[in-house]
């Protein structure tokens, strides 16, 4: 008798435990996995547009998948477990561990170029050094210069603390390619950021181990800023005022990210911020047509000191971390994003600069633009 009851006892039980995750299911529609980025698989319909939904049995295993009770639990748990006990990532994202910790950011694309499984054929890469040099020269002909920049990856400043499981080919990237070609064979005012950042990367942390892998840290936008203004100075008599440490309130706060909902790692790293900033940030109605795009911007310096007017051609390398730097050194900075490189004659007529800062991230691959627009204006 005992026995029976202990039997019964078990098959509620039991009935209970795998009848919990379709009780705790989520019926709504329209559900979004924020930890996945994605919408959830609607509730099955039997009967669809009138008529019976051959694929119902599929759709319901799809939507049971995606909809189970405790599943997000599950799912953190079995992330958790992976990250701290086996140092991976599962939310199939492009972020990963390194070899020594560090959060990567890495798409197919950016795996390729730090591997140098992607390199250019000598004639693709001097048809792109060459159209950089037929911009610089179509602009050297309306007294414009022209400086062209290179950022970089994390991946090419701190190599070392990419995936173990990728290994690199030679030591050529089809970035240092073209910029190779434009120091050796054009008169370019080309300003590669690499071999400073892997100098100053010895003293100082230009990007972060936890934080944003996807940009350099503020301390790194702050060389790059300081570095590339230099440059330009050796061309202007040291005309322009570059701001020193000392035009900043430095602070430091945690500014690791949280992957997966929950993995965070604390990395205590620098905020710069401008004391006494003499820019202001101006209408963008007086960019015409360019100025419906939310990323651009104008920045007007009365006390700047010159009556320069620079356009900066760029990414969110500049936009999100020194656009306030270089409006501190010029009496005008127009911005407009790197996306826009086909239309730079139109850039060009409505804002007419006296100098032209073109950047590009590693990850940014432009080169088909630039041999179009050099195409367009030759």
Not at 15 to 32: D, E, Q, T
Not at 284 to 305: C, Q, V
Not at 337 to 344: C, I, P, V
Request: glycine share 6%; hydrophobic share 35%; with cysteine.
């Amino acid at each position: 008798m005992l026995k029976k009851v202990y039997n019964i006892i078990f098959i509620v039980l039991f009935m209970a435990i795998i009848s919990l995750p379709l009780i705790k299911a989520n019926w709504k529609s329209g559900v979004v996995s924020e930890d996945e980025n994605r919408y959830l698989t609607d509730t099955p319909k039997l009967i669809e547009n009138g008529r019976f939904n051959p694929d119902f049995t599929s759709d319901v295993e799809s939507w049971f998948k995606d909809n189970m009770g405790f599943r997000k639990y599950l799912i953190d748990t079995n992330a958790r477990l992976q990250y701290e006990v086996f140092g991976r990532m599962l939310n199939k994202s492009n972020y990963y561990i390194g070899r020594h910790g560090d959060f990567i950011y890495a798409t197919d694309a950016m795996i390729a170029d730090y591997a140098h499984l992607n390199l250019r054929s000598d004639e693709r890469v001097a048809q792109i050094g060459q159209s950089y040099q037929t911009i610089s020269d179509w602009l050297g002909d309306k007294g414009i210069k022209f400086y062209n920049v290179q950022c970089w990856d994390k991946h090419s400043v701190y190599p070392e603390q990419f995936m173990a499981s990728v290994n690199q080919i030679g030591d050529t990237s089809k970035t240092d390619q073209v910029v190779n070609y434009i120091k050796n064979n054009t008169t370019v005012n080309e300003i590669s950021l690499k071999e400073m950042l892997l100098d100053k990367k010895k003293s100082y942390e230009v990007y972060s181990h936890y934080g944003d892998p996807t940009h350099w840290t503020e301390r790194g936008a702050y060389f790059g800023y300081q570095y590339i203004m230099e440059k330009i100075n050796e061309d202007n008599h040291n005309m322009y005022n570059i701001l020193s440490e000392d035009d900043y309130d430095i602070t430091v706060e945690d500014k690791g990210i949280t992957l997966n909902g929950f993995i965070h790692e604390k990395d205590m790293m620098e905020t710069f911020t401008i004391r006494n900033p003499k820019a202001v940030k101006a209408d963008k109605s007086l960019m015409g047509e360019f100025g419906e795009d939310e990323r651009h911007s104008i920045w007007i310096n009365k006390d700047a000191g010159n009556d320069t007017r620079l356009l900066l051609m760029c990414d969110s390398y500049i936009n999100s971390f020194i656009v306030e730097d270089f409006a501190e050194s010029f009496s005008e900075v127009w911005l407009v994003w790197g996306d826009y490189t086909k239309d730079l004659d139109k850039v060009i007529e409505l804002y007419n600069p006296d100098i032209v800062i073109y950047e590009c991230a590693e990850r940014v691959d432009r080169s088909d633009a630039v041999v179009e627009f050099a195409d367009k204006i030759k």
